[in-house]
């Protein structure tokens, strides 16, 4: 099992940088990332959430064809069309928050061994991709709210929080 950082820990607002090595090394790593994802009942986690700064993340939707890797992505095109629907974040438990993305996206990563993949995606897995891609550039779903809405989500956060410390 793998630390999952949460809000205010400099590490998710971190870029992150491109994987070269595809070895054994980062097999076991992905093992620890889908661990640690299904412990804490996640969708999808990536790297920096854990604490690592290179591109990667890894998503289960719980649907067939919907568990994969992602390694060095860049989404190269999205659908004009939006939808809004709501989002947490695994490094903002207990938070959550309808936010505003394309419903349609394609994605180009690669897979375990390095080989190259697109990928034309919609629904559920199309969202968590977008989220899960958004962590690899530093930005939180947060950052997709309003500013007024976020402050209070992040002081709600902050308030749930210190009284778990105590």
């Known amino acids: 099992m793998l630390d999952i950082y949460t809000l205010g820990e400099e590490v998710l607002r971190e ?6 090595v595809f070895d054994n090394a980062l097999a076991i790593f992905v093992d620890a ?3 640690t994802m299904a412990e804490a009942d996640g969708i999808g986690l990536a790297a920096p959430q854990v604490g690592v700064l290179k591109r990667l993340f890894v998503v289960d939707t719980h649907r067939p064809g ?4 992602f ?3 860049e989404i190269i095109e999205t659908s004009q069309e939006q939808g809004l629907y709501e989002e947490g974040c695994l490094s ?3 938070m959550y928050y309808d936010i505003v993305r ?3 996206i394609t994605i180009q990563a690669q897979d375990l061994s ?3 993949f697109v990928k034309h995606i919609g629904g559920t897995l199309a969202r968590v991709v977008q989220h899960e891609n958004d962590h690899l550039n530093g930005i939180l ?5 309003d500013e007024e809405a976020r402050e209070k989500l992040v002081a709600s956060y902050n308030r749930r929080n210190k009284k778990r410390k105590k």
């Open 15 to 20: 870029k992150t940088e491109k994987i070269t």
């Open 33 to 35: 990332m889908f661990e």
């Open 66 to 69: 919907e568990r994969m890797v």
């Open 71 to 73: 390694i060095n992505p």
């Open 92 to 94: 903002i438990p207990g």
């Open 102 to 104: 394309p419903l349609e």
């Open 114 to 116: 390095g080989k190259a």
């Open 141 to 145: 779903f947060i950052d997709r709210m």
